[in-house]
């Protein structure tokens, strides 16, 4: 049976040339690249370079490149980082409720800890808008976090706009990217963010590694004590095959963004009109338009999303519902119940995220299996009715 992977959100496989060049930095680059010796001073050369590949890759410069252990201490960094360090100023924060748990949990752990926050809403597209954060902003609002594509349904925020509200308000913006990168431009300095968090597993690199832009002249306090590395940001020697990986994968993603943009538009439109075709009372979550083209969030009306997912893997084909973190819990969405989805549609959610590796002919597979799959579910319902 072909496997076929429809779960890129979640993470992504790595490329051979990515994979070789990890190998190569494992193999012949073992240095630490604080020592001073010729050894050290190859190792601090290859985290560098990678440096400067990732910088030249958002628009930013090297010095604003800071590397983290993932998408996750990116965000904590961002959202503790500059709340901690502008705490004298004042102790109000701004997020939304659609944020991926790196975020939430931030701004909740803040909460307990003496900040106030605001959790702006989204519409029933799912989209934030930069009004409404304009209206929760206030003179002790430090920081805002906003992402900038969601997790579960690939909906588009209006970064840019919010950005400048925070700037004129003189509140740091944050965005998670973590989504973003790889599949739609992200240059920082046309987006006038101020910080900016990415992980290296989400775009064809290594789990486990990460990094956040901080723009020049922004100061955060450091959540990880130690030595001086990351120029005092974040202690600890660096992940240097993971950089170097990272580096590796995201040229490999800005050579191909545009080309796999527009293959995605493709196939996702196909895929989605194909499936509502075929079955009736089938909903997509979230902005058709507004959206990075291959994530497509459905609703099953009366089929339970776990029963999808396991019907689906026992063809062969892995999908998620909700976000990953939380798949296996029948909570309904965090981010579904945001945009006004009931609860009963939130639960029969399945998210598709298609990648570099999928083919029409794995679009036409799972087109032509989900009919059966959601009949025979909707058919052991005691509750769904054709035309109910
Ligand atoms: N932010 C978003 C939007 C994500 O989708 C994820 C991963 O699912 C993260 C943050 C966390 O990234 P990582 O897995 O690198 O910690």
Redesign the pocket.
């Known amino acids: 049976m072909e496997h076929i992977y429809l779960d890129y959100?979640?993470t992504t496989p790595m490329e051979a040339a990515v994979i070789e060049e990890m190998r190569r930095a494992m193999a012949d680059n073992y240095g630490n690249p604080s020592s001073v010796h010729s050894i050290g001073a190859k190792a601090k050369a290859a985290l560098e370079s990678a440096r400067e590949r990732i910088a030249a890759s958002l628009g930013a410069d090297p010095l604003e490149v800071y590397f983290t252990s993932?998408?996750?201490?990116a965000?904590n960094l961002a959202l503790k980082g500059a709340a901690l360090m502008n705490r004298g100023k004042g102790t109000h924060l701004i997020t939304s409720t659609i944020e991926?748990h790196?975020?939430l949990e931030s701004a909740h752990y803040l909460e307990k800890n003496g900040f106030e926050a605001t959790y702006v809403g989204c519409d029933r597209e799912g989209v934030v808008s930069a009004e409404a954060l304009r209206q929760a902003i206030k003179p002790q609002t430090t920081v805002v976090s906003i992402?900038m594509a969601?997790?579960e349904t690939g909906v588009i925020q209006p970064v840019r706009e919010m950005a400048a509200v925070c700037r004129e308000a003189g509140a740091l913006f944050h965005t998670?990217a973590?989504?973003a990168v790889g599949k739609i431009p992200v240059r920082v300095t046309d987006l006038g963010v101020d910080l900016l968090?990415l992980?290296a597993?989400?775009f064809y690199g290594p789990?486990g590694v990460?990094a956040l832009y901080v723009r020049q002249g922004v100061r955060l306090t450091p959540l990880v004590h130690g030595g001086s590395h990351e120029r005092r940001k974040r202690a600890g020697t660096e992940n240097i095959p993971g950089i170097v990986g990272m580096a590796a994968a995201l040229d490999i993603a800005m050579a191909k963004q545009q080309s796999e943009h527009a293959r995605m538009t493709e196939l996702s439109e196909y895929f989605i009109t194909q499936v509502q075709s075929r079955i009736e009372d089938v909903h997509l979550n979230g902005s058709r338009e507004k959206r990075v083209p291959s994530t497509v969030n459905l609703s099953f009306n009366g089929a339970e999303g776990e029963s999808i997912i396991l019907s689906l893997d026992l063809k062969g084909i892995a999908v998620s519902s909700g976000?990953?973190?939380t798949s296996g819990s029948l909570e309904a969405s965090h981010v579904l119940s945001a945009m006004g989805v009931d609860v009963i549609r939130a639960q029969g959610s399945i998210r598709f995220s298609l990648g570099r590796g999928t083919t029409k002919g794995q679009i036409d597979y799972t087109i032509s299996v989900l009919p059966e799959i959601i009949a025979r579910l909707r058919s052991m319902s005691a509750t769904y009715h054709k035309d109910a």
């Open positions: 959100n979640s993932g998408g996750t201490e965000d991926h790196a975020v992402m969601n997790n998670d973590v989504q968090s992980s597993h989400k789990k990460g976000s990953a973190c």
